[in-house]
């Protein structure tokens, strides 16, 4: 099987302090893939060098089998972070901002086409917020303003998903929502990287498990990387 992402001797440095020492793993392409760790693990900065918003000390990154920038150019890869830069006082709606994930096939006179309208009221549908596709991003609760985001990265027809802590601050339908979209992303042959601090439902959710701690710890699948001795000595604690 190919993989999705191929990520070789990966160290990234933010002055003197080592967020990524040598990291190495695959992520098979068509599956779902957990990235756990603590916080400070490296697990943001490796979405910044998957996405090169970081440039890495040293290592190589591939997606597809290809150079990232390439990827990236073609919107063949969409990244859902963890905070949102947008400014929830300006009045833009959930329509616009889904509406961004098909920007990159909008032409030079960026205006959208029947295909790009139909595609942006998909997206809002199978995330449940037509009834708020005019409301402000500002106005949404938190697990809304996730599922939002969320549309924008499905319309967008990536065939990579980037998710950071999609779950942090959501309440309990909003995740049950993002984990069957995510899971039903998957079966439809899409690649999804997902990080999550859910230990107990990464083994629902996941179909494979990368462990960071700024080097590799492991990678498997994910119902072999919850075990009582890899919590204690990663996260302090027992499942």
């Given at each position: 099987?190919?993989?999705?992402?191929?990520?070789?001797?990966?160290?990234?440095?933010?002055?003197?302090?080592?967020?990524?020492?040598?990291?190495?793993?695959?992520?098979?392409?068509?599956?779902?893939?957990?990235?756990?760790?603590?916080?400070?693990?490296?697990?943001?900065?490796?979405?910044?060098?998957?996405?090169?918003?970081?440039?890495?000390?040293?290592?190589?990154?591939?997606?597809?089998?290809?150079?990232?920038?390439?990827?990236?150019?073609?919107?063949?890869?969409?990244?859902?972070?963890?905070?949102?830069?947008?400014?929830?006082?300006?009045?833009?709606?959930?329509?616009?901002?889904?509406?961004?994930?098909?920007?990159?096939?909008?032409?030079?006179?960026?205006?959208?086409?029947?295909?790009?309208?139909?595609?942006?009221?998909?997206?809002?549908?199978?995330?449940?917020?037509?009834?708020?596709?005019?409301?402000?991003?500002?106005?949404?609760?938190?697990?809304?303003?996730?599922?939002?985001?969320?549309?924008?990265?499905?319309?967008?027809?990536?065939?990579?998903?980037?998710?950071d802590e999609p779950f942090a601050g959501v309440d309990a339908a909003s995740?049950?929502?993002?984990?069957?979209?995510?899971?039903?992303?998957?079966?439809?042959?899409?690649?999804?990287?997902?990080?999550?601090?859910?230990?107990?439902?990464?083994?629902?959710?996941?179909?494979?498990?990368?462990?960071?701690?700024?080097?590799?710890?492991?990678?498997?699948?994910?119902?072999?990387?919850?075990?009582?001795?890899?919590?204690?000595?990663?996260?302090?604690?027992?499942?």
């Amino acid at each position: 099987m190919s993989a999705a992402i191929d990520v070789r001797g990966l160290t990234v440095r933010y002055g003197e302090v080592l967020a990524l020492d040598d990291v190495s793993f695959e992520a098979t392409a068509g599956r779902l893939t957990g990235l756990l760790g603590a916080n400070g693990s490296g697990k943001s900065t490796l979405f910044g060098s998957l996405m090169g918003t970081l440039t890495p000390d040293s290592g190589s990154v591939r997606l597809f089998g290809e150079d990232p920038a390439r990827v990236r150019r073609r919107g063949d890869v969409a990244y859902v972070p963890q905070h949102d830069a947008i400014d929830r006082d300006f009045p833009v709606s959930v329509h616009d901002v889904v509406m961004m994930g098909r920007y990159g096939m909008l032409g030079v006179m960026r205006r959208p086409r029947p295909r790009d309208r139909d595609a942006v009221a998909a997206a809002i549908d199978r995330v449940g917020l037509t009834a708020f596709a005019s409301r402000t991003i500002g106005a949404l609760s938190g697990g809304q303003r996730r599922r939002a985001f969320l549309a924008r990265a499905i319309a967008q027809d990536a065939g990579l998903l980037l998710l950071d802590e999609p779950f942090a601050g959501v309440d309990a339908a909003s995740e049950a929502t993002i984990a069957a979209l995510l899971r039903g992303l998957r079966d439809e042959g899409r690649s999804i990287l997902v990080s999550t601090h859910d230990l107990a439902g990464v083994r629902a959710l996941c179909d494979d498990a990368i462990i960071l701690q700024r080097r590799l710890i492991f990678q498997g699948t994910a119902h072999d990387a919850v075990t009582p001795e890899r919590l204690t000595e990663i996260f302090g604690m027992s499942s």
